[in-house]
């Protein structure tokens, strides 16, 4: 760990949480109030339901089709998105391209995304 950060140990649950001097949970420690592993979570009590009686998966969506025909709006939409896929997103970016803070902003933004891609893998 980096000797410029005071580190702070607390208990939770009966296992040690340690967080650098802003708080923030250090990487590579444990941290017990994160994430559950799986099969704890309701995605994985589903699927684990489906793969049991796969009829289920058939029932539901004959609901979500009838609810559908009968024009509930949500339904409708929840089907159109699983049928195309949701609609892509596009961010314009206006200004002069050499600009420090076009760069500084399309950084942070490229940034942010690969956040994203690595929480969505995990």
Do not use: C
């Amino acid at each position: 760990m980096e000797e410029n950060k005071t580190i702070n140990q607390e208990q939770k649950n009966g296992k040690e949480l340690v967080r650098d001097e802003e708080g923030k949970v250090i990487s590579g420690v444990l941290n017990p109030t994160g994430r559950p592993k799986k099969g704890h979570s309701i995605t994985e009590t589903i699927k684990s339901m489906f793969d049991k009686e796969p009829e289920i998966k058939k029932e539901l969506a004959k609901k979500i089709l009838d609810m559908a025909k009968a024009g509930d709006i949500q339904a409708i939409k929840t089907l159109w998105n699983y049928i195309d896929g949701m609609p892509k997103q596009t961010i314009k970016v206006e200004g002069d391209d050499d600009s420090e803070l076009a760069k500084q902003k399309l950084k942070e933004m490229n940034d942010k995304l690969s956040k994203r891609k690595l929480v969505g893998n995990s």
